[in-house]
């Protein structure tokens, strides 16, 4: 029995800044029946603010306490633990954590900073981390595209850190347990009493298989044939959000 | 019967830029017994030549072709393969590669590049590797102190570039085989014909072992009381170099 729904944000909800036909009506649905919803993302470049202005542009009706991000979960844990971080992370993102003393950091938070990254600030972080400094890290992806380039995400600094200090990072974003565990927490419910819509086969379906919830598999976004095979068990494939919604919950 | 030494230069032969005592008289010997010496070391920063003046200047009668170091096993490995580099090194290393082609590069080259490192240098690295560039480290060191302040050294940025690409650098330097078994072939000597004496326990007797030498362990340079205990078989510690050469070859 289905008492809650996390949806993946882009490709699943929106394509770019438009939305996705039917998921307007697949939101529409779930709130009709008074089940919470979280929209989770592991943006590294934008904020809550920032996010919530492009859904209610595409008009999706969500709150800003809907949506739980990779930055936000960082945010909670530097909150939770009272830490005063050092931010390496993108330039859009630095509203995010504005209202955190950054002051004598003793933790450090690392994003995909893209030019930020240099030995200054990357000593910086090290020196933090080898002093005792937990390392935060938002996402841990290895690369994007952009504009035909490829990029270096905040993985491979991330790993930098970790081999410098010896240390693990504790890595915000789907498919982190903490980080499902955390939003699961924040809806008051079980794992087993949720179910994910995602487009990203490893991100949102075996993350959500990891954690223990229920799962759908979207056609839209970046889904490739054949990839809810690469999941065991294999991953239930639907059109779009709306089919997942009426099929979990209808 | 040992018919080769090899050496390592910092903590046995200098101090800095002074000569640690016996060690002209040490060379002295071996070269009035006609073996062949080599000095190897896993400088980041240095080439031949500028070692090479500070031997003399040190008084220590060797030849530029008695020293063998990290970037020049990467200068042998790219001219062995024919390769054009992208070489994201230390300025003061530049000279040691300057004869080579870069145009159009094919291979890259890591080492301590120090404020070199930034967004767009390892984003360089990471597109060519990720094509199918081969990734060559000099050192694979985590960090170094200078000043009393931590730095990164080469090794978490080749992680960072080995990560996001998915693949494993070629490291040069001690205690690598490959690099060992390169200077053995310069002296045409088998392993268990050469001896290595140096003050780094990891580097110099774990190296030596694992190639196949004999070796000594210097209570000069790094040496700390017990670090003979970190390998096994324990190392022979001796007080200094030239103990070490009156012990090997007497």
Redesign the interface.
Known sequence: MIKGLFFDISGVLLDGPNLIAGADKAIELVKQKNLPIRLLTNTSQQTCDTLLGQLNNARLGVTKDEIYTAPLAAKDYIQTHDLRPYCLIHPNLVPEFAALDQNNPNAVVIGD????????T??KA??LC?EGAPLIAIGHN??FKKSG?????A???V???E????IKAIITGKPSLDFFNQVLLSVELKADEVALIGDDVYGDIYGAQSAGMDSRLVRTGKYREGDENKVSPTAIVVDDVLQAVEDLIA
């Open positions: 900073a893209a030019d930020d990254f240099n030995y200054q990357l000593n090290f020196r080898i290895k690369y380039e490829f990029f270096l995400d993985g491979p600094f790993e930098a850190i081999y410098a200090c010896d």
